[in-house]
């Protein structure tokens, strides 16, 4: 595997720098200028970077899929396909989403799909990304006869619907035990999909 280049690393601290003023300021109120002085860097060498807001974001995009990427990995690569499945359903329906991106710098690039194409797409490609990640593990189960399931495309959409839906309806509740209780009758549902109770 080559060595990442500098402009890569540059890119990336950048990106991170954009992220961590979205999360204080939003994105609306982030500006070449707050990343710059975040970065304690020249406004200059940010636009060699990113010529426009619009490239930073859809960076950031990027690196919203690379760290959702740890809900899909197992802890250990012991184990069978079926208890792969069980982890990162349990990681789809906990709280682990937070400590990945913040709620508010998401549904802040997400807003942005209803005016920006690009990033429309952008985010579109980053639903069906980790869409096809759960269906192929639910049809390798279902290959190897661990769980019965017609259609691995329908079920891995369902579950995300019930994820996405969830998610948005439990951002707005601040008790733990309620939030945790949907939380785990949401969880149970998307079992019950593939045929399973909770695990």
Do not use: P
């Not at 960076?59 to 012991?78: F, K, P, T």
């Not at 980053?126 to 495309?153: F, M, P, T, Y």
């Not at 309620?178 to 909770?198: C, I, M, N, P, T």
């Amino acid at each position: 595997m080559g060595r990442r280049s500098l402009k890569e690393d540059q890119q990336k601290r950048i990106i991170e720098a954009f992220y961590e003023v979205a999360k204080r300021e939003g994105i609306e109120n982030t500006s070449f200028g707050k990343v710059a002085k975040e970065l304690n860097m020249r406004q200059s060498l940010i636009i060699h970077y990113f010529a426009t807001k619009e490239e930073m974001t859809l960076g950031l995009i990027d690196l919203i899929v690379m760290r959702y990427e740890n809900i899909y990995l197992s802890e250990s690569e012991e184990g069978n396909a079926l208890e792969k499945l069980v982890t990162v359903m349990h990681n789809i329906f906990s709280r682990k989403w937070d400590s990945y991106i913040d709620d508010s710098v998401f549904y802040n690039c997400f807003a942005l799909i209803f005016r920006n194409e690009v990033i429309k797409h952008r985010f579109r490609e980053l639903h069906l990304l980790l869409r096809g990640w759960l269906q192929n593990l639910i049809q390798v189960c279902n290959d190897q006869g661990l769980i019965k399931c017609e259609d691995a495309s329908r079920v891995s959409d369902l579950i995300f619907v019930i994820s996405d839906g969830a998610y948005y309806y439990l951002s707005m509740i601040q008790d733990k035990k309620e939030y945790d209780k949907h939380l785990e009758r949401y969880r149970k549902e998307a079992f019950k999909l593939l045929g399973l109770e909770s695990q």
